[in-house]
């Protein structure tokens, strides 16, 4: 047994760094591929939850960073600049530490969760509250790292979706092989392309037998890619996504198609009760986007009488849970009873327990 040395080490030849790279590592990747008994039961599939709230920053975000800002210090950056819902900036302002750089981050106002605003402030990143969207504020990244000597590190960085692609890697390695299925929600359509590519080189190179179908599912209010045009005012409560024009929308497009998978949208309802069961019935608390893939999973084994369901009963899948609850914990302190207050006494705490 040795320990785990962070995704570049882990996978070094596969990605695009060389011996002058300088690695830029909180030791993110190795995440832990947890079967879901209960989701499993439900639907008559064997289900496995790849859990990335449990990277460092608690997102898959930090698959990404480690690639981007390491290629970034290669590059003698001395200042990153990124857009996001949140879980973006936090990562960029812990690697930009990591690396001593400078990081800057934009973020729609009053529209991203408490916990992953404390992350960019506590890593000290310059924190600009945009009177707009995530779209808008990608828009002016953009805008300000064509103009002004600063990085941009949005997935549109295309070392950001090398190092994503390593989740699809390990998955392989813990399985054996690829799933059947593999499900996760879609925001600006990174991971989704990312899990695509990493799935495909390691089918091609052998590592791998076959490829899964890619399950890819939108917020409802926030489904550009379902409806077939960008969405002017994406709403939905999973901040994450609430995107409507997603940046990486053709290699979403084309990882949807090429695998044989789907786009589709759920409901905040749907999503809010994906987020309560993998709570409830798995011990996994992950934020309300990151329930998304498996409120899609849930829709997809269900079928119109005669009809084949999008996953048949017996189907491998693997559901991307993709951020760490305590990110945004409102959704999970609203749902739940208040909280009673005892007195420093056994007898009143147990009867108010119901034990005595
Ligand atoms: N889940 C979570 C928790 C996310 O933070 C995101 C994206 C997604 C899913 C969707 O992934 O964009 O690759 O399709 N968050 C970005 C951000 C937009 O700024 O943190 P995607």
Redesign the pocket.
């Known amino acids: 047994v040795r320990a785990w040395r962070g995704l570049i080490e882990e996978y070094r030849e596969l990605l695009p760094v060389t011996r002058d790279t300088p690695v830029v590592t909180l030791l993110e990747g190795g995440t832990p591929l947890v079967p879901a008994q209960r989701i499993s039961q439900l639907t008559g599939c064997e289900v496995y939850l790849k859990v990335e709230g449990a990277n460092p920053t608690g997102?898959?975000?930090d698959r990404g960073m480690t690639v981007a800002i390491s290629k970034a210090a290669e590059q003698g950056a001395k200042a990153v600049i990124?857009?996001?819902?949140?879980?973006?900036?936090a990562s960029a302002a812990a690697y930009a530490v990591r690396a001593g750089m400078t990081c800057a981050v934009l973020v729609p106002q009053g529209k991203i969760a408490m916990g992953k605003l404390a992350q960019a402030l506590v890593h000290g990143a310059k924190l600009l509250q945009v009177d707009g969207n995530?779209d808008d504020c990608l828009e002016l990244a953009r805008k300000l790292a064509a103009d002004y000597p600063v990085a941009l590190v949005n997935?549109v960085n295309k070392y950001r979706l090398q190092g994503q692609k390593t989740a699809a890697f390990e998955i392989v390695d813990a399985l054996g092989d690829a799933p059947d299925v593999h499900c996760?929600?879609?925001?600006?359509?990174?991971?989704?392309s990312?899990y695509w590519m990493g799935y495909q080189e390691y089918a091609a190179s052998g590592m791998a037998s076959r490829r899964p179908r890619m399950l890819g599912f939108q917020a409802s209010g926030a489904a550009p890619i379902v409806r077939g045009h960008p969405v002017a005012k994406p709403q939905t409560i999973a901040t994450?996504?609430r995107?409507g024009n997603?940046a990486?929308w053709d290699l979403a497009i084309v990882a949807r198609d090429e695998s044989g998978g789907a786009i589709q949208s759920v409901t905040d309802r749907q999503i809010l009760a994906a987020y309560r069961l993998l709570a409830r019935e798995e011990g996994v608390f992950v934020?309300p986007?990151?329930a998304a893939g498996v409120a899609g999973l849930l829709q997809a084994v269900e079928a119109d009488p005669g009809a084949e369901p999008l996953v048949p009963r017996g189907s491998r899948v693997v559901c991307t849970v993709?951020?760490n609850g305590l990110k945004d914990p409102d959704w999970a302190i609203s749902g739940a009873p208040a909280p009673t207050t005892v007195p420093v006494d056994a007898h009143a705490a147990a009867s108010s327990l119901g034990l005595a």
């Open positions: 997102s898959f975000k990124c857009a996001s819902t949140g879980n973006t900036s995530f997935s996760l929600p879609v925001g600006n359509a990174g991971n989704i990312a994450a996504i995107i997603p990486s934020e986007a990151s993709t951020g």
